[in-house]
T-cell receptor, first 114, second 111 residues
Framework: GAGVSQTPSNKVTEKGKYVELRCDPISGHTALYWYRQSLGQGPEFLIYFQGTGAADDSGLPNDRFFAVRPEGSVSTLKIQRTERGDSAVYLC????????????FGEGSWLTVV | QKEVEQNSGPLSVPEGAIASLNCTYSDRGSQSFFWYRQYSGKSPELIMFIYSNGDKEDGRFTAQLNKASQYVSLLIRDSQPSDSATYLCAVIPGGYNKLIFGAGTRLAVHP
């Protein structure tokens, strides 16, 4: 596709359930980022992949959050035992490399935990 | 202290005026600075980046960087109602490969 694709675009889940959010970056982009944005706030960094490996996962809030990128392309953000505080927009972004001037964001996955 | 700080606004300007948006950052080692625009319900869109002290102009937009004072600003000339959005300042801290965002400034341009 032409841009960063994220699925699902909207997800409503019950507290305690497991959720997976998928990101398909722009073809050829080696760097992939996950951010979380709450209402009225700027995007908050979660994790950065360079290729298949997580180069920086310092933003993951706790061990309920995990992300993978097994083949260096598609990435999945996994959230276990969801809590109401996890409700936010989860944004994925990609770039050719670790250079902010070429970073492109997807439209986000809106997660609501009820 | 937050790493990137912005006035949340709203900043209200009349159509045709200059809108001035400001941002300060805490990491002196930061080398790369970005302005993103975000419309309600949409994802951030890069509008400007700046690496060197001074001004950088692109159409109606001018980014200004002062590393000694650790601030970066965005000027929007001839503001249009379509410029009404939240403007996010973002910084790549020294030694890192990730964007750190401010909370954003909401801009409202009224006819």
């Amino acid at each position: 596709g032409a841009g960063v694709s994220q699925t699902p675009s909207n997800k409503v889940t019950e507290k305690g359930k497991y959720v997976e959010l998928r990101c398909d970056p722009i073809s050829g982009h080696t760097a992939l980022y996950w951010y979380r944005q709450s209402l009225g706030q700027g995007p908050e960094f979660l994790i950065y992949f360079q290729g298949t490996g997580a180069a920086d996962d310092s933003g993951l809030p706790n061990d309920r959050f995990f992300a993978v990128r097994p083949e260096g392309s598609v990435s999945t953000l996994k959230i276990q035992r969801t809590e109401r505080g996890d409700s936010a927009v989860y944004l994925c972004a990609s770039s050719f490399g670790p250079s902010g001037n070429t970073i492109y964001f997807g439209e986000g996955s809106w997660l609501t935990v009820v | 202290q937050k790493e990137v700080e912005q006035n949340s606004g709203p900043l209200s300007v009349p159509e045709g005026a200059i809108a001035s948006l400001n941002c300060t950052y805490s990491d002196r080692g930061s080398q790369s600075f970005f302005w993103y625009r975000q419309y309600s319900g949409k994802s951030p869109e890069l509008i400007m980046f700046i690496y060197s002290n001074g001004d950088k102009e692109d159409g109606r937009f001018t980014a200004q960087l002062n590393k000694a004072s650790q601030y970066v600003s965005l000027l929007i000339r001839d503001s249009q109602p379509s410029d009404s959005a939240t403007y996010l300042c973002a910084v790549i801290p020294g030694g890192y490969n990730k964007l750190i965002f401010g909370a954003g400034t909401r801009l409202a341009v009224h006819p």
